[in-house]
């Protein structure tokens, strides 16, 4: 069985400052897949960005970026230059490679201040 | 494309009443499932299926059934709703049963359900 734990409830950052998301997880598999979805208040899930358990690169997309570490089993997302649409719950998730089902976290609220 | 539809998006219950929560995805897609959100827990999986004719349970699957006849619907069906299961419901699917590093899930906008 997979977990994923996300320490933080709420966060809030200035318009144009970074903030750093916090999530661990554990698992007993080899090869997995990590992820980060975005949830506005549309309600819709948006995946923002994944990372391969056997990429040690970490994976970047545009302002979003994550801290991969596989031994601390930790995985961190990073938003530089926060707007204000950036508002909203962001989940992180992990998978096994070879499937489709999804553990998430619990979440973490992110209130992006003008 | 319509990609994964959801119906109804909103809807109130008495506690005994039954109903069924609509999914539809026109992509071909052979994998679906089911969530549900609720505050500090995420999502948790209740059921899928890997295509037509098959389903099994996921991680919350009490007081919940569902049927894959066609590749397109997965609907999810609450037989005597209770309080325990006032939520927000996602439907989520993707191309390949298998899954692999592309294969990501498209969700649906959700359902609010809310059991009184």
């Given amino acids: 069985a997979q977990t994923v734990t996300q320490s933080q409830p709420e966060m809030s950052v200035q318009e144009a400052e970074t903030v750093t998301l916090s999530c661990t997880y554990d698992t007993s598999e080899n090869n997995y897949y990590l992820f980060w979805y975005k949830q506005p208040p549309s309600r819709q899930m948006i995946l923002v960005i994944r990372q391969e358990a056997y990429k040690q690169q970490n994976a970047t997309e545009n302002r979003f970026s994550v801290n991969f570490q596989k031994a601390a089993k930790s995985f961190s997302l990073k938003i530089s230059d926060s707007q204000l649409g950036d508002t909203a719950m962001y989940f992180c998730a992990c998978r096994k490679a070879a499937g489709n089902k999804l553990t998430f976290g619990g979440g973490t609220r992110v209130l992006v201040k003008p | ?116």
């Avoid at chain 2, 109130?12 to 929560?21: N, R």
């Avoid at chain 2, 609720?38 to 349970?57: E, N």
């Fill in chain 2, 1 to 116: 494309n319509a990609g994964v539809t959801q119906t109804p998006k909103f809807q109130v219950l008495k506690t005994g009443q039954s109903m069924t929560l609509q999914c539809a995805q026109d992509m071909n897609h052979e994998y679906m499932s089911w969530y549900r959100q609720d505050p500090g827990m995420g999502l948790r999986l209740i059921h899928y299926s890997v295509g037509a004719g098959i389903t099994d349970q996921g991680e919350v699957p009490n007081g919940y059934n569902v049927s894959r006849s066609t590749t397109e619907d997965f609907p999810l069906r609450l037989l005597s709703a209770a309080p325990s299961q006032t939520s927000v419901y996602f439907c989520a699917s993707s191309y390949s049963s298998l899954g692999s590093g592309a294969n990501v899930l498209t969700f649906g906008a959700g359902s609010r359900l809310t059991v009184l």
